[in-house]
């Protein structure tokens, strides 16, 4: 269920942060990021210091989510429930 909920965050966040991608950069930009979410997760970063962009809680947002889903997902492997 947690892993689930976390899914769905990280998922919110990264279409946001795609949005203002297509928006700042234009569509091949845009098109990339859409292909590989690694690009705009990196992109993302690289811009958060913009504040017209407002992408510092985003980014705060996905990063964490993607952390706290690879910690449940070790404490789930660990206590037998991957089985």
């Not at 997760?41 to 985003?58: A, C, V, Y």
């Not at 952390?67 to 789930?76: A, D, K, P, Q």
């Amino acid at each position: 269920m947690l892993g689930t909920i976390g899914s769905i965050i990280i998922w919110i966040a990264g279409i946001v942060v795609l949005v203002k991608l297509f928006q700042t950069e234009g569509v091949m930009k845009g098109i990339l990021g859409l292909i590989c979410m690694l690009y705009t997760f990196i992109w993302g970063w690289q811009n958060i210091g913009k504040e017209e962009l407002k992408l510092k809680t985003w980014m705060y947002v996905w990063t964490g989510a993607i952390v706290l889903g690879v910690i449940l997902n070790v404490v789930g492997s660990m206590s037998g429930g991957g089985e």
